[in-house]
């Protein structure tokens, strides 16, 4: 399957337009694989589905990315660096743009690295029309504001719903069931195929509100945290060159790393709006 190209399915109905994309991130292979098994032999009924690989020369060498990170390409020119600008996920994002500006809903598939990962939607609220009916019972919003430049946030800014899923471990045979009924869920919702819709209760609804960028070349956490773990107030996160940093309020954080490099993102506080 070629995979720099735009895999396009239509419907004998007319219908709306929808952008599904995995590999996003090139080492997030549970979207890529699902991808690969479908599209051979998907019928769509209604509308208009664009299927495509995030990042196909990431995806070939089996890593996140090769120069810049794809999924922080998409804000505003005015915010990237000329470095970013000369990468190769630059020009594939100007390139997907074109795609994206043509549908007004997206599913992005991702998944993790980390042992026992949690499954979750990023979304805004907008969105949750969709979101509603996949498989997932935590959304966490409010990352358009301090996150700019995913693939959603490109969908969400021109009017449209970006949804990204995050199917969990990927070493969990589990990612790759969760990445299909993504794939099929999305479809149904937006009318693309028919089937019995299911609403998926979401039963923790997070908003982050704080994204930690380093100011030294040294950060390291206090402990390793896992993703959704609760932190109190007053708790230290961790030590940035020799200054504690520590949660303001209550939080849900996610996404912790060491870092060696500053202005590097190290660590994501969420508040919990509902199902603490
Ligand atoms: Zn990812």
Redesign the pocket.
């Known amino acids: 399957m070629n995979k720099e190209e735009i895999i396009k399915i239509s419907g004998e109905e007319k219908g709306p337009v929808s952008i599904i994309l995995a590999g996003?991130?090139g080492d997030?292979v549970c979207g890529v694989e699902i991808l690969e098994k479908i599209l051979p032999s998907l019928k769509i009924e209604k509308g208009e589905v664009l299927f495509g690989f995030g990042n196909p020369l990431a995806i070939e060498k089996k890593e996140r990315f090769v120069e810049a990170n794809l999924?922080r390409m998409f804000k505003d020119e005015s915010l990237l660096s000329e470095e970013e600008k000369s990468s190769y996920e630059y020009r594939r994002a100007q390139f997907l743009k074109k795609y994206l500006d043509r549908a007004d809903a997206l599913l992005d598939v991702?998944?993790s690295f980390v042992a026992e990962s949690e499954a979750f939607i990023i979304c805004e609220p907008h969105s949750l029309k969709i979101a509603d009916y996949l498989p997932f019972n935590t959304v966490l919003s409010g990352l358009d504001e301090l996150q700019p430049g995913g693939t959603d946030y490109y969908m969400n800014k021109i009017g449209g719903s970006g949804i990204c899923v995050e199917c969990g471990f990927l070493g969990d045979p589990l990612s790759v069931q969760r990445a299909e009924k993504s794939v099929f869920s999305f479809l149904a919702a937006r009318g693309h195929i028919s089937g019995v819709l299911e609403p998926c209760a979401k039963s923790k609804i997070l908003k982050a509100y704080k994204l930690y960028f380093t100011k030294t070349d040294k950060f390291r956490l206090a402990k390793p945290f896992k993703d959704f773990e609760k932190i109190a107030a007053g708790q230290v996160v961790g030590i940035d060159g020799k200054e504690e940093i520590k949660a303001q309020k209550d939080s849900i954080i996610l996404f912790a790393r060491d870092r060696d490099q500053s202005n590097d993102e190290a660590f994501l506080l969420a508040e919990i709006l509902t199902g603490g």
């Open positions: 996003t991130h997030e999924n991702h998944a």
